[in-house]
């Protein structure tokens, strides 16, 4: 599959199947494929009119909703490369973090211009808005007419470990992926899907929206901000609506559990789920216990639970848990499952020499869903290499099985023993002295390895004792580091639209706010 199955839908789009997009007021409003094709001609036009042509990018600034879906197949069918970006929050002018991120991104991807309705000013870009971009006007060039770029779409990294990156994926890489997924998933004609997962985030973009495009299936999309704030709604898809897969990190589990009581889930049948994906961040056996505890009593199948292992550089999907195996976990981490067909992983240690099953390591990829390459050079991090995707993320094999272990760029070596983030933060929750949406950070500074947990402020209302639980507990956990337990302002604590700590921002802030601990 090429570039021509992923546009073969707009020659001849269901009038009756498509997308029910969730709106601001708590309903639903459906979208026939019919009807977003001719809007991503439209679209199409506009571009072309706007002065895009072939290998151009077009950066999208915008939220889940059928001018999403325009503008991207209308980027498409100009022969251009959509990138999708993080719009601006709803209802709240841009942040200052938030203004920062953009111009990094769109400085990285070079767009031709951006379409999007409040695009910080001095970007420096021309904008294209919604309105003008499905104005009225001459429908734009027909699939296959302008030969499409080498690069299908440029995706960007969560950017917790650092800044975001832009990786650039091929059409081939692309289709690789979204074939091995349906695979995977048992995708059929007659399969229907929900999401909440932002649009410009790889497993809502690939998995979640060009997934079912694709295939043509039924689509409930909410935007993230209203499944934050009816989670309920997001169940209701799959216990009313015939909804039977999905996909979700970590966090999108905890809030379903924290949110949810059991009385109101009185008759939905949840025994319609096949499939729910869970990847993008640690998650922790039980939490994954937990939300089967709240939804099995409705039909709900633990096995239909997959964690799943992937990366924006891989287009998404590298390893995943087979519909019906059931998820295991190895101490205290939870098993993604075996490499999807043509794709391999391996683990080596710091000089690249392959390491035993049971042995944590850097975990290397090889497959045909690998991305082009980053934009600009590769720099640290994850990296392209030989045919071949360094990930710097750490795990390691058991019986052909991935297990996850974190970032290396989120650890450190102490005492000669590698310590990570998201250990430490799993084991404070699960003693329960770590407050919901704190982290932990891991560096070295001048005197050595430094554990720091950084905690938003409750308003004066946090027992000072429950701080020294926590350091106690995180000097425990990473024996021979230094520990501190840092409080921050409320909302000082940046995240990722996966539910990531930016865990390399907190360590560049604590350290700007720290003495050199090595001067008296």
């Known amino acids: 599959m090429s570039e021509g199955k992923l546009l073969a839908w707009l020659r001849a789009p269901e009038s009756a199947r498509g997308i029910h997009f969730s709106t601001r007021e708590g309903g639903w409003r459906h979208h026939s494929y019919e009807e977003l094709a001719a809007d991503a001609r439209r679209a199409a036009g506009r571009l072309v009119g706007a002065g895009v042509r072939r290998d151009d990018v077009v950066a999208l600034a915008l939220a889940s909703g059928p001018a999403f879906v325009a503008a991207f197949f209308g980027a498409l069918l100009a022969g251009a490369v959509p990138a999708p970006l993080a719009p601006e929050p709803t209802g709240r002018p841009a942040t200052t973090g938030h203004r920062e991120r953009m111009a990094a991104l769109l400085a990285a991807a070079r767009p031709r211009l951006v379409v999007g309705d409040a695009v910080p000013g001095g970007a420096g870009v021309r904008t294209l808005s919604v309105a003008e971009l499905l104005a009225p006007g001459p429908d734009g060039p027909a699939p296959g007419e302008i030969a499409p770029s080498a690069c299908a779409l440029v995706q960007f990294t969560s950017g917790s470990s650092g800044p975001a990156r832009g990786v650039r994926i091929g059409w081939e890489g692309l289709s690789a992926n979204l074939a091995a997924i349906r695979d995977w998933l048992g995708v059929d004609s007659a399969s229907i899907w929900a999401s909440w997962l ?57 809030h379903v559990v924290r949110r949810v009581r059991a009385g109101q889930l009185d008759g939905l049948d949840l025994s319609r789920v096949k499939a729910m994906v869970v990847g993008a961040e640690r998650m922790a056996p039980g939490l994954l216990d937990r939300f ?25 999907a590298v390893t995943g848990v087979r519909r019906g195996d059931g998820w295991r976990r190895r101490g205290p981490v939870v098993g993604c499952g075996t490499p999807l067909p043509g794709t391999t992983v391996r683990i080596v240690d710091e000089r690249g020499r392959p390491l035993p099953d049971g042995v944590v390591g850097e975990i290397i990829v090889r497959g045909p869903s690998l991305g082009l390459g980053h934009l600009g050079d590769e720099g640290a991090g994850s990296r392209f290499a030989d045919g071949e ?12 099985e991935l297990y996850v272990q974190g970032r290396l760029g989120d650890s450190v070596k102490v005492r000669g023993t590698r310590v990570f983030a998201e250990d430490l933060e799993q084991s404070l929750r699960e003693a329960g002295v770590l407050p919901r949406g704190a982290a932990v950070v891991l560096g070295d500074d001048p005197a050595g390895p430094v554990a720091v947990a950084v905690i938003e402020d409750d308003g004066g209302r946090r027992d000072p004792a429950a701080d020294e639980r926590v350091a106690r507990l995180l000097a425990r956990g990473a024996t021979g580091a230094r520990t501190v337990v840092r409080v921050v302002p409320r909302g000082a604590i940046p995240w990722t639209s996966s539910g990531k700590p930016r865990r390399r921002a907190l360590w560049h802030a604590y350290g700007a706010a720290s003495p050199d601990p090595t001067r008296t």
């Open 292 to 316: 089967t505890a709240l939804l099995a009593p409705h039909g709900f199948d633990r096995a239909a639970l997959l964690p799943a292992y992937g990366l924006a550089e891989a287009t998404l």
């Open 198 to 254: 932002p649009v410009h985030h790889d497993m809502g973009l690939v998995g979640c929206l060009l997934g079912p495009v694709v295939a043509g299936n039924e689509l409930w999309l909410m935007r993230p901000e209203d499944f934050v704030r009816r989670p309920l709604e997001h169940l209701r898809c799959f216990g009313e609506r015939g909804a039977s897969i999905t996909a979700t990190p970590a966090f999108g589990l905890d």
């Open 389 to 400: 995707l360094r990930t710097g993320d750490a795990g390691f094999l058991a019986a052909g």
